[in-house]
């Protein structure tokens, strides 16, 4: 699988489309990171769970939050703060896949100083959302998708809740879901990856002034 956790990595347009996998989680025992290698499976036609349906091949970079030192709040200002040592990662990638848990009826504390530390660098890209929980984490969606609004990203009309994913677990530990949500993985991310394209043609070419 073509992953990617250098800082400093960057992809020519002639490459492909450049997807970073972004997982929220910061909890002991969590869930995030094991659907996270999920998702990036499947946008790797030799890592899909369903070979038959495989998207197009695509660089993928797994952005942990738990591994990321963000620099302190009172730095941060609106609109940014110091740069961060994930912003070049975050600026490179054409589209995010966002792994978070419902806490509370929302996503964690984790994920929003990650999307807070950052501004310019989700400008005017696409992202889709798969969030998990008892009850599948929908409230997380909808929460996280006016955040997203609000800096400029276009959200996919198809997200995907996943109900209690600890429970589909293989005897490796790896998340194996039914063929309906494998299925339902596939449809976002090939939503997912149209919009990418179509966005980064419009910042080449009729970029926005703001």
């Keep these: 699988m073509s992953v990617s956790t250098d800082q400093n990595s960057s992809l020519s347009p002639a490459a492909g489309l450049r997807v970073a996998v972004i997982s929220g989680s910061v909890r002991k025992d969590r869930m995030g990171p094991t659907i996270a290698r999920w998702v990036a499976a499947a946008l790797d ?3 899909a769970l369903d070979p038959a349906a495989a998207l197009d091949p695509a660089p993928v970079d797994l952005i942990d939050v738990a591994q990321v030192a963000l620099p302190d709040d009172s730095l941060l200002y609106p609109g940014g703060g110091p740069k ?3 912003a070049d990662r975050i600026a490179t990638a054409d589209a995010f896949v966002f792994v978070t848990p419902e806490y509370n009826h929302s996503y964690p504390a984790s994920l929003k100083r990650l999307i807070d530390w950052h501004y310019g660098e989700w400008r005017l890209k ?3 959302v798969v969030a ?3 009850q599948g984490g929908h409230a997380a969606i909808a929460h996280l998708r ?3 609004a609000e800096l400029s990203v276009v959200t996919t009309r198809r997200a995907l809740g996943l109900r209690a994913p600890w429970t589909s677990l293989d005897d490796h530990g790896r998340y194996a879901p039914d063929a309906e949500l494998s299925r339902g993985l596939t449809a976002s991310l090939t939503e997912l990856r149209w919009w990418a394209q179509v966005l980064a043609d419009a910042r080449r070419d009729r970029p926005l002034m703001t």
């Design 146 to 148: 006016g955040v997203l």
């Design 84 to 86: 961060s040592e994930v």
């Design 132 to 134: 998990y929980g008892v």
């Design 126 to 128: 696409p992202a889709t």
């Design 45 to 47: 036609p030799a890592a």
